[in-house]
């Protein structure tokens, strides 16, 4: 009975001291952007139009310059929209083929901050139910993917 436990002991101090793994069953993080939900619906009338509004949330504890970070948009593994700007205000006067709009409270400002969700409405048929979307998003001042996210449309 002694024996059992200093057994009984000992693991529980090197599970305090974290020497063994805690066997979890969390899922694992999230990254800091991510896609909340694709929309196949005109926001207009309700009705089915493959509209391809995705819905992106700063998930993450920081703030972004909004404007020195991009999107690309994926569809089963194969790039088909890159928003080169996420600040709304910037996105109006360039050239933005594939991508009819940004909206939302993250592309406002000048700043993306964390719980703000952004629309990137992209040019209807873009994307179909059941397709694979993915995105990552890209620090244009670094080249670093800062997010990659992928949901099933």
Same mark, same amino acid.
């Given at each position: 009975?002694?024996?059992?436990?200093?057994?009984?002991?000992?693991?529980?101090?090197?599970?305090?001291?974290?020497?063994?793994?805690?066997?979890?069953?969390?899922?694992?993080?999230?990254?800091p952007?991510?896609?909340?939900?694709?929309?196949?619906?005109?926001?207009?009338?309700?009705?089915?139009?493959?509209?391809?509004?995705?819905?992106?949330?700063?998930?993450? !504890?920081?703030?972004?310059? %909004?404007?020195?970070? =991009?999107?690309v948009?994926?569809k089963n *593994?194969?790039?088909?929209?890159? +928003?080169?700007?996420?600040?709304?205000?910037?996105?109006?006067?360039?050239?933005?083929?594939?991508?009819?709009?940004?909206?939302?409270?993250?592309?406002?400002?000048?700043?993306?901050?964390?719980?703000?969700?952004?629309?990137?409405?992209? !040019?209807?048929?873009?994307? %179909?139910?059941?397709? =694979?979307?993915?995105?990552?998003?890209? *620090?244009?001042?670094?080249?670093? +993917?800062?997010?990659?996210?992928?949901?099933?449309?």
């Open positions: 009975m002694v024996a059992l436990t200093i057994i009984l002991a000992a693991l529980l101090l090197l599970i305090l001291l974290g020497m063994i793994p805690s066997w979890s069953w969390a899922k694992p993080a999230q990254p952007i991510i896609i909340t939900d694709v929309i196949h619906t005109s926001a207009e009338t309700g009705k089915l139009t493959h509209a391809s509004r995705v819905f992106l949330l700063n998930n993450g !504890s920081v703030s972004y310059m %909004n404007d020195d970070l =991009k999107a948009f994926y *593994d194969q790039p088909i929209v890159t +928003v080169e700007t996420l600040n709304g205000h910037l996105l109006i006067n360039s050239h933005h083929y594939g991508v009819r709009y940004i909206k939302g409270e993250g592309c406002r400002t000048r700043y993306w901050n964390p719980g703000e969700e952004m629309e990137v409405d992209l !040019s209807d048929g873009t994307i %179909n139910p059941g397709a =694979k979307v993915a995105v990552k998003i890209i *620090d244009k001042k670094t080249g670093k +993917v800062i997010s990659k996210h992928e949901v099933v449309a």
